[in-house]
């Protein structure tokens, strides 16, 4: 049986989970897997806001278009939901800001196999503080 597409709102739920569960890992002591899913956070949040551009019916998008959302590349993400000069412009004015998404963007998905090395609260924290990434890109989902 075939499984429905992810919806808008699918990512949005992802998000705040893996968020969550970064968060729950993170103060337990799993650096690893803190990091592994607070970079998933961000994609899936990414994934929200590039849903929201996208009509029902519509015919499929080009190849190139299609292989640059499935991806777990979040600097790609950030292009495909055209959220990248926006972030450049917030970022010259909110230091803080532009520090969590250049920790952000460290993380990929091959951190699921780095066994040390890895700072799960700090990238918590880089997505889900005050001036994190996560509240950032809910303004635009």
Not at 27 to 39: I, P, S, T
Not at 40 to 60: D, G
Request: glycine share 4%.
């Amino acid at each position: 049986m075939r499984e429905p597409p992810l919806t808008r709102k699918d990512f949005q739920v992802l998000a705040k989970l893996r968020a969550k569960e970064a968060g729950t890992l993170s103060k337990y002591g799993d650096e690893q897997g803190a990091y592994y899913l607070a970079g998933y956070a961000v994609e899936c949040a990414l994934k929200a806001c590039i849903a929201k551009k996208s009509k029902r019916w519509e015919f499929p998008p080009k190849r190139k278009y299609v292989d640059q959302v499935y991806t777990h590349d979040l600097n790609l993400l950030l292009q495909a939901a055209e959220l990248d000069k926006q972030l450049d412009l917030d970022m010259e004015s909110n230091l803080k800001l532009a520090a969590n998404w250049t920790a952000v963007t460290d993380w990929n998905e091959n951190s699921r196999y780095v066994i040390s090395s890895l700072n799960g609260k700090d990238l918590y924290i880089a997505i889900t503080g005050r001036n994190g990434v996560l509240p950032w890109i809910k303004h635009h989902w």
